[in-house]
């Protein structure tokens, strides 16, 4: 409070100054930007040219000056030394920052395993901020395993002859706690026994915090949910009392229209309309349609919650879709019911597809035609990652499976079978990330659609090709689509100044004209990337190379990272 009164005073004074530049000297473990951000001062990224260089009113410095030697304490530095001077028109701040106070010990009473959550090693400088930070997360940690009301009593006791710190975290867990009485509050038309149905806890249930987080997932998951406040600060003894309530949007219906590029469709029109509660019970039912150089589709949607975390869903449509070579255009209907078993998510299906392809010179790969498919699908998915548009630790497996069997109903006998896995792991400059697909098509008896081949090359896929651009191509040079595919990524993320991230990837893909790929003949793409940072993902840019041949390129759009 005392260093917020101080800036807002600092700001006030530099309306009425005539400031000077300021430069700092002697700051070797401490850079530029974090020490002019401590004093309410921005100093401009590279690329900012329009903007001048931080400046001070001289009259001032007696005010900044405890603000920097305050700052350097909380990182450790408790002997720290901060001089000034004028010169030449410019503000010359010396610090001399002198031995640190480092970890000499560490030590804790725990019940549980605490060890992970503790951020600091003997021999690393000490930091206040990490050190309260770590004792936040040691409170999350034994909520996430019952204990509601731990008593955690952490100190650092700081010897400043020796420069030493001695870390101590004591904690002492209440009774194992429990979910008391759940009171739940809704509008009318939303039904108490659908909201209940979303949560993952109920009266008498081991406490977990987890567990709140899951519910408050599974709730804000639907559309028509405007807002949820799950209560769980009163307490009775070891039961903690959970009072939830649940308000809608007041207008359902959401209507939606945009224009966008992607570098794999090109130039895109979008608009859509939504009932978010139709007629009432979370139920929603939407159109939407879509327009752009390769793809144009219209689609209605139909969706509704059920009991016990399981959701049904219905969609039918009409697509019409350029390929290199043909046309192809789909009217397509499925059902499915999806099962939320945190963390994991069970799908099963049954789809029918009337696809006709036109406009094919090549009659062998892709015949002119129409083929009626019925397939029965299935996927499964297990999500650990620590974030969905922005991953930077966990993992992510998917498993998808579709076939049909030939009948007076459905044209052919085939499977289709895609696996694919993400890992991410944090290093202490950025994060390596890695992605492996696997996938193969087999039509025992009859025909499928051209479509149902795998495509590979694009943002979603090799980036040194072209959308649906990599792999054998017909006598008229158009990509003829493979019937299995193994493609792995490996990326390097890390940040870069302000909201701005930067990525090294090498992107391998195999194909096959049978179950199996090629393993002899690999297209390997690889390149640089950059990140604008923003709250619906990042904002990206790829650069993909060819490795066997450098002057072919491509350069995608996205936003989000892929994987």
Wanted: charged share 25%; hydrophobic share 35%; aromatic share 12%.
């Amino acid at each position: 409070m005392k260093r917020a009164a101080t800036l807002f005073l600092l700001a006030v004074c530099l309306l009425f100054a005539n400031p000077l530049p300021l430069k700092f000297s002697g700051n070797r473990s401490i850079d530029d930007r974090s020490l002019y951000e401590a004093i309410g001062l921005e100093k401009p990224y590279f690329f900012e040219f329009w903007k001048s260089e931080p400046k001070a009113d001289p009259e001032k410095l007696d005010l900044l000056i405890p603000l920097l030697e305050n700052y350097y304490k909380s990182r450790g530095f408790y002997h720290v030394r901060v001089t000034y001077r004028i010169e030449r028109g410019t503000i010359l701040v010396k610090i001399e920052e002198n031995r640190p106070v480092t970890i000499a010990d560490i030590s804790y009473i725990s019940p549980l395993d605490i060890g992970d959550l503790i951020p600091f090693r003997k021999g690393e400088r000490f930091n206040a901020e990490t050190f309260v930070q770590s004792k936040e997360r040691i409170k999350e940690f034994y909520a996430d395993h019952r204990y509601c009301n731990v008593h955690l009593d952490a100190k650092a006791f700081i010897d400043i002859e020796n420069d030493r710190a001695y870390l101590v975290y004591d904690v002492t867990p209440n009774e194992p706690c429990v979910f008391g009485t759940v009171s739940v509050k809704t509008p009318p038309k939303l039904d108490e026994k659908i909201v209940r149905s979303l949560l993952y806890f109920k009266e008498g249930d081991p406490y977990s915090a987890e567990l709140i987080r899951r519910s408050y997932r599974e709730i804000y998951a639907n559309e028509g949910v405007e807002r949820v406040i799950i209560d769980d600060a009163k307490h009775e003894g070891n039961r903690v009392l959970v009072n939830v309530t649940v308000s809608l949007y007041p207008k359902p219906i959401h209507f939606s229209a945009g224009a966008g590029y992607s570098s794999d469709e090109g130039p895109n029109l979008q608009m859509g309309i939504k009932h978010r509660n139709f007629p009432n019970n979370l139920k929603t039912v939407g159109l939407q349609t879509r327009y752009s150089q390769i793809r144009r589709y219209v689609k209605g949607s139909y969706e509704m919650p059920l009991s016990n975390h399981n959701r049904f869903s219905a969609e039918i449509g009409y697509d019409d879709e350029r390929f290199d070579g043909y046309k192809e255009r789909s009217l397509r209907a499925n059902v499915g019911l999806k099962h939320l078993r945190w963390p994991h998510i069970f799908q099963e299906g049954i789809a029918v597809d009337e696809t006709t392809t036109t406009e094919s010179l090549d009659p062998l790969n892709f015949p002119n035609g129409k083929l009626n498919i019925v397939s029965a699908n299935a996927a499964w998915e297990l999500d650990r990652r620590d974030s969905v548009l922005n991953p930077t630790k966990g993992y992510k497996i998917a498993a998808k499976a579709a076939g049909s069997v030939k009948s007076p109903l459905s044209d052919a006998t085939y499977y289709k079978l895609l696996l694919s896995g993400a890992y991410h792991l944090p290093v202490k400059s950025g994060t390596l990330s890695f992605r492996l697909r696997q996938g193969t098509i087999k039509a025992k008896q009859g025909h499928i659609p051209p479509s149902y081949r795998f495509y590979a090359g694009g943002m979603n896929s090799n980036r040194a090709f072209g959308y649906r651009q990599l792999g054998p191509k017909n006598r008229f040079g158009n990509p003829v689509g493979a019937f299995s595919i193994t493609e792995a990524t490996a990326e390097y993320r890390f940040d870069l100044p302000k909201k701005f991230r930067a990525v090294l990837f090498t992107d391998v893909t195999y194909l096959g004209e049978d179950s199996i790929p090629d393993y002899t003949r690999a297209y390997i793409g690889v390149g640089p990337g950059i990140r604008y940072m923003t709250p619906i993902g990042p904002i990206a840019f790829d650069l993909g190379f060819d490795a066997e041949n450098f002057s072919r390129y491509t350069l995608h759009f996205h936003i989000g990272e892929l994987f």
